[in-house]
Structures are given as structure tokens and as C-alpha cells.
């Protein structure tokens, strides 16, 4: 399918590593590099806009995005700032993907927004930073942000595409409103099917075009030809993560030889998806890129 796109978050235990990682996949042809956010959590995890900013500047073609900014724990005004910078300074290349978050309450203690409050936080802030980033003389009073007659010096070209992640019903809402693609993570196909409709049916009942919409997806996997390897390493990582069985997250990951990889895409294809990131649970990140590149994607397209 000609229509299908490809991105990964490449990680990185040092900047050297994350670098490598972005330099590799637009050799390769991906579409995009993706970083993740938490302003607080229990191990290491950079700021994603200024591992984007480094990355702009070394590359010159793939997009660039946060797969996903937790951006509720920012301020609407130094965010649209921010971001209009970054695209700037990467030539129109940013994607700005953002998720209401939760998992880790310290991190919404910690920025001042109470954790109930996050869904309706990050609404707001999406519409000032909308409003923002039109380079008009915004007035506006919500639950992010108070401001009147104030206009931003730095106006984003192009727009700043927004890709708005989440699987619950307020997600899929708040990508009919305001995404440029819904986005989820840690969701079967069967989900992913009757979630994208929703999506769709919300847009169009607000007036927008859901072809406008793009139906993408974030997506733990693990490459080997060593299956048992695979499955050690994705599991590993998981229950580390998640702190769950792996058994019951294992309907939301792809893992395997490239046999495996292309069967398992192809039902997330099937119901609907036309752009995946891929968050690699350990090994070799750059082997991965590479096979994945030159023997799965060309099978699926």
C-alpha cells in the first residue's frame, strides 16, 4: 500500500546512540523519528523537544515528532513558543503528538495539575496552542490558560500537525476535534477497528473530514530470528515496564522474524492503520531498523 508510513523511536542510552539511531532511519527511508516524555519518572528519560532539536540538526528530510508529549505539565504560552522554534529551526519537519498521560501521578503533583484534571488541561491547551500558533491576536480564558490580546512573534510554517494519542473514548474525541492523526498505543486491531470509526463518525458529525485524519499507531515490537529471543526480550522488558505479566500485554506487541512482523502488521493494516512507530524493547536498535526496513516494509506495500 502505497499509503503506509513507518516511524520509530529509536531510544538511546547516550546521545551518541539516539543520534545514530535517527541518522540510521532516514537513511533507511522512514518517515519519522518519535521521542516520548515524562517530566518525572523512576529512570532515565531526556526531555523530548530538545532531543528533537539535536535531531533537526542532523538530518535534513524525516519528521520529526513526540509519540507522546504529556503537554497538559506545560504552560500553552512557552509550548507554542517552543514548538514553533523547533519548527523553525527543522524547516517545517516537527509533528506535535501529545497523550493526557497518568501512569506516574508524581510527575502531575510535581507540575502543578491535579491528575483528574489532565483530559480537560490538555483540551485547553491544544486550543490556545492552536490559537497560538495562527499568529492572530488571541484573547482566550479556559482551563490552561488566561490571556488577552496577546499574539505570538514566531508563527509556525506549515502548521504544526497535531497527533493526538490515546485509545479511551476521550482520546478518540479529542483527535476528532483537534487531531491531525489519532495515534494509540498498547491496542489489539479489533480496538483499533472500532475506535477508528469512532473517530471518524465524531469528525464528520463536528463538520471535519475524517479523510483529514490520519489512523496511526504506536507499537512495542522486538526483531530476532530467535523467536525465544524475541519473546525474552520483549517480555523482560515489559513486565519492568508495565510491572504486569507479560501474558497480558501480549496481544498489544509484535515480535518475531519478518514472517512474524508482516503477518502481525498486516491485521493492525487491516483494520485501518496506515502509519506505525515502533518502540523496540532492546537488542540491536539499528540491526532491527535495517531488517525491518528491507524485508517486512517492502512486503507490505
Not at 532515565?44 to 509519540?67: D, K, M, Q, Y
Not at 512482523?261 to 523496540?280: K, S
Amino acid at each position: 500500500m502505497s499509503d503506509l508510513t513507518f516511524g520509530v523511536l529509536p531510544g538511546g542510552s547516550t546521545p551518541e546512540e539516539f543520534l545514530a539511531g535517527v541518522r540510521a532511519a532516514e537513511a533507511l527511508g522512514y518517515d519519522s523519528v518519535w521521542v516520548g516524555d515524562h517530566v518525572l519518572w523512576p529512570v532515565f528519560w531526556p526531555e523530548p523537544i530538545v532531543l528533537l532539536s539535536a535531531a533537526a540538526a542532523v538530518t535534513e528530510r524525516i519528521h520529526l515528532g513526540t509519540g507522546v508529549l504529556l503537554a497538559a505539565l506545560r504552560g500553552p504560552a512557552p509550548l507554542a513558543k517552543q514548538t514553533a522554534t523547533l519548527q523553525w529551526m527543522s524547516g517545517g519537519r516537527f509533528r506535535l503528538g501529545v497523550g493526557a498521560g497518568g501512569e506516574y501521578p508524581r510527575e502531575f503533583e510535581a507540575s502543578g495539575v491535579p491528575l483528574e484534571a489532565r483530559g480537560a488541561r490538555l483540551d485547553a491547551t491544544l486550543e490556545a496552542l492552536l490559537a497560538l500558533w495562527s499568529g492572530e491576536t488571541v484573547s482566550l480564558h479556559n482551563a490552561a490558560i488566561e490571556v488577552e490580546a496577546a499574539r505570538l512573534d514566531l508563527v509556525p510554517e506549515p502548521r504544526i500537525p497535531v497527533w493526538v494519542g490515546g485509545r479511551s473514548r476521550a482520546a478518540q474525541r479529542r483527535a476528532a476535534r483537534f487531531g491531525d492523526a489519532w495515534m494509540p498505543f498498547v491496542i489489539t486491531p479489533e480496538a483499533f477497528a472500532e475506535g477508528w470509526t469512532h473517530v471518524r463518525a465524531r469528525a464528520e458529525a463536528s463538520g471535519r473530514d475524517p479523510e483529514a485524519i490520519c489512523p496511526a499507531l504506536q507499537l512495542w515490537g522486538q526483531f530476532d530470528d530467535d523467536l525465544a529471543e524475541a519473546l525474552g526480550t520483549i517480555a523482560a522488558r515489559i513486565e519492568s515496564t508495565y510491572r504486569t505479566p507479560f501474558d497480558r500485554f501480549e496481544r498489544y506487541t509484535v515480535y518475531g522474524d519478518a514472517s512474524m512482523w508482516t503477518a502481525r502488521l498486516q491485521e493492525y493494516i487491516d483494520a485501518g492503520v496506515r502509519h506505525f512507530n515502533f518502540v523496540f524493547a532492546g537488542g540491536d536498535r539499528l540491526t532491527q531498523l535495517t531488517r525491518i526496513a528491507t524485508e517486512v516494509i517492502p512486503a507490505l506495500r
